[in-house]
């Protein structure tokens, strides 16, 4: 069971990009900051199953840097 759950967020990581690569010019660029922080919290929910310390931790790291650069980004829109 845990491989068809690997087996879906793969196939969900790899249409997401897809949609992002089709669409590159309607939608407003990420930064290098957000891909992180996504990518870490998505790397938190692999671990999540075997490690919860370890999953928990990612996932919370990753959303924090991502909010983190969105406030970063929507400050120096504003001024």
């Known amino acids: ?16 990009l897809v949609v992002l690569v089709l669409n590159r010019r309607r939608i407003y660029r990420t930064s290098a900051l957000t891909l992180l922080g ?6 938190g929910g692999f671990f999540y199953g075997d490690s919860r310390w370890i999953g928990g931790s990612l996932m919370g790291i990753g959303v924090l840097v991502t909010i983190v650069d969105a406030k970063y980004v929507q400050s120096h829109k504003q001024g």
């Open 1 to 16: 069971m845990q491989a068809l759950y690997v087996g879906v967020s793969i196939a969900a990581f790899i249409a997401i």
């Open 38 to 43: 996504l990518t870490i919290a998505v790397l």
